[in-house]
């Protein structure tokens, strides 16, 4: 039984490779026999317009092929299309060349050329070419995450070919609204729309738009936890793009079926399907698209202990994410590197990264929250004013009317003025309350949005780099008690690694607890201090630490950077007292001061001349968090004198 397994097993493996290449390989076939006739008739020489309708269609054939032999044919064709001044082929010339910088992931440039399209094809009144622009238009927008102008460009669209009953374009329609719903996470609706655009796709054997349409659905079944249905249209889709020869999308159907094998811990498998797609990336010269192939690689790497090949993936697919703006793509790119140095032992390197990645979070949170902010505030002006100019118009429209009927019946109309301005201004009172409460909830919604966002943050935190770090301290206490008689050397380096990690871990715990308070009071601040302050008189018994709080700054509020930074700071400053001062005593007070909250660390160690002395990190880092929070950092030192460290922040 156990020998028919194996066989079974090895022939699904040869099946898959060959289905695979196979298709790959007709697929081609068939595209570059298109591509090949086409350039025969080129070399017969036809008339402008035959030779400028060819090279648009060499633009299309390419772009799934090749995007810089797509473009090559694209300008060609432009050049053509402006001698001959035919307005329609050079619409549809901007459109295709539109069409090959989407499939290689410049979006900017696809964008541009689309609006140019739309102009000519506005001017010309093509509605039926200016619904195929918004629909291209729309996907833009859903790839460059502005889903509210995705969405109106597609429900422009939409309502075009349904007016002309055009089944195919209004079913693929609404797969893209099925692509955004996904995206603002309504997967039941989604899926909805999507399966409606797969049916007719099915049913009339369109596989171009199976290729796209089945990879959808697959994203959405992931997404509701259903990895077997995923895989069946991963794999529907794959079949799919082979057999249309769409090289992108044969990459992105390798790539998610690989994403399905990693999740369920095949990673050889996961691994083998990420090369062979970025094998397809490479062919579309499209370095956005290779590097979240390669970003995949190196994730499935780390995760199989390589790490100093996923390290080269990483720092070079890192600067390209940070230019493009892939901002999803350039977390996991941190928090993978994080691992990477923590197994490296490079503590320097991991707290960059770490930051790093809290730093980008959070930017990206910030920036969620104000545009959804502006939007809704901008929706609130913009319909305010629209009601303001109807009810003047109304208004105007009576005033013409009552002037025409005024000397006869005067009394009866103003009094009907009265009940119609009294009955509108309750109206308007009713909607100006609706607004402010839809504004409100909607600013709540957003709040709530955050804070759980922050909770998934400091999740993640704590339950990735913490564990790692976690890991590091078991395994060096293990070697320290497996070999008890290493050298002393040895032994003290890893109680040195030992604490550091643990070290790192305490910070750690402190940023996921700033991270996860909006505000806080400095009495929370203070139990913090003192529990710091605890640990450092423990480890340096020989000195005296003492801290003196202002009962006065008990009901003083900060934010949570605030907090955080004024706690590193003071903690900065200890430890360097403890470290370099020689100190007998070393005092920590807080009190408030005219309108500011004043923090001073004094000690009666050897002191410094500021002249002489090299500024390090811990100087530099402390007046950096000091003015990041709009507070000071100043330091009154001189040698044999002791030395004050003073931080003030402004409430």
Not at 177 to 191: F, H, M, N, P
Not at 308 to 317: G, N, P, R
Not at 372 to 380: D, R, S
Not at 407 to 434: A, D, H, M, P
Request: charged share 25%; net charge positive; proline share 0%.
């Amino acid at each position: 039984m156990a020998r028919k397994s194996c066989s079974s097993f090895l022939f699904k493996k040869l099946c898959l490779f060959f289905f695979l290449s196979f298709g790959w390989n007709i697929a081609a076939q068939d595209v570059n026999a298109l591509i090949d006739k086409l350039k025969t008739e080129l070399q017969s020489h036809p008339d402008s317009k035959r030779t400028a309708t060819i090279y648009s269609d060499l633009t299309w054939y390419y772009s799934n092929v090749s995007s810089d032999s797509a473009l090559v044919y694209g300008g060609k064709a432009l050049r053509e299309a402006q001698k001959l001044g035919d307005s329609t082929l050079i619409a549809q010339v901007y459109s295709d060349v539109g069409a090959v910088h989407f499939r290689k992931g410049d979006y900017q440039q696809s964008k541009e050329n689309y609006l140019k399209c739309l102009k000519i094809r506005k001017a010309r009144k093509d509605t039926k070419g200016i619904a195929k622009v918004q629909n291209n238009l729309g996907n833009i927008y859903e790839r460059t995450f502005d889903y509210k102008k995705s969405m109106e460009s597609f429900l422009e669209a939409l309502a075009y070919f349904e007016s002309i009953n055009d089944q195919k374009n209004t079913l693929t329609i609404k797969g893209n609204i099925g692509l955004v719903l996904l995206k603002l996470k309504d997967y039941l609706k989604a899926k909805k729309y999507i399966q409606e655009e797969i049916d007719f796709e099915t049913k009339n054997n369109l596989n171009d738009g199976l290729c796209v349409s089945c990879t959808n659905m697959g994203n959405v079944l992931l997404k509701m936890k259903d990895t077997t249905g995923a895989l069946r249209y991963y794999e529907k889709a794959l079949k799919a793009c082979q057999s249309v020869g769409n090289n992108k999308g044969i990459s992105s159907a390798l790539s998610n079926i690989g994403s399905v094998k990693a999740d369920q811990k095949k990673s050889q498998e996961a691994l083998a399907l990420y090369q062979k797609s970025l094998e397809v990336r490479q062919r579309l010269n499209s370095d956005l698209d290779e590097a979240v192939s390669q970003l995949k690689v190196a994730k499935e790497e780390v995760a199989q202990g390589k790490f100093k090949e996923a390290k080269f993936i990483l720092k070079s697919v890192e600067p390209l994410f940070e230019k493009q703006h892939f901002k999803d793509h350039a977390l996991q790119t941190y928090q993978l590197l994080v691992a990477v140095y923590a197994h490296e032992n490079l503590g320097d390197s991991v707290i960059y990264y770490t930051e790093k990645y809290t730093d980008a979070k959070d930017q990206a949170l910030e920036e969620f929250t104000l545009k959804a902010t502006n939007e809704l505030e901008t929706k609130y002006q913009t319909e305010k004013k629209e009601k303001e100019l109807l009810q003047q118009e109304i208004k105007n429209r009576k005033k013409t009317t009552w002037l025409i009927i005024l000397s006869l019946i005067t009394l009866f109309v103003g009094l009907i003025g009265y009940l119609i301005y009294r009955q509108q201004r309750l109206k308007n009172s009713q909607q100006k309350q609706e607004f402010e409460l839809q504004a409100a909830i909607a600013q709540i919604e957003s709040q709530n949005q955050l804070h759980e966002q922050r909770l998934a943050i400091s999740r993640d935190l704590h339950d990735n780099i913490g564990a790692q770090l976690t890991f590091i301290i078991s395994t060096v206490e293990n070697l320290k008690f497996g070999f008890p008689n290493v050298e002393a050397k040895l032994g003290a380096q890893l109680t040195k690694i030992s604490d550091f990690s643990k070290t790192t871990i305490q910070e750690l715990r402190d940023t996921i607890w700033a991270m996860n308070n909006d505000n806080f009071t400095m009495e929370e601040l203070r139990s913090r201090l003192m529990n710091f302050l605890e640990k450092a008189q423990m480890a340096q018994d020989q000195v005296n630490l003492q801290f003196v709080i202002s009962a006065e700054l008990d009901a003083f509020h900060l934010t949570s950077l605030e907090g955080i930074n004024l706690y590193r700071s003071i903690q900065e400053a200890v430890n360097n007292a403890l470290k370099y001062a020689k100190a007998k005593s070393i005092q920590v007070s807080a009190q408030q001061h005219e309108n500011e909250i004043l923090v001073q660390i004094t000690d009666d160690g050897i002191g410094f001349s500021e002249a002489t002395v090299v500024n390090g990190n811990g100087l530099y880092n402390m007046k950096k968090r000091m003015e990041e929070i709009g507070g000071t950092c100043t330091i009154a030192s001189n040698e044999g004198t002791g030395t004050q460290v003073t931080f003030t922040l402004k409430r």
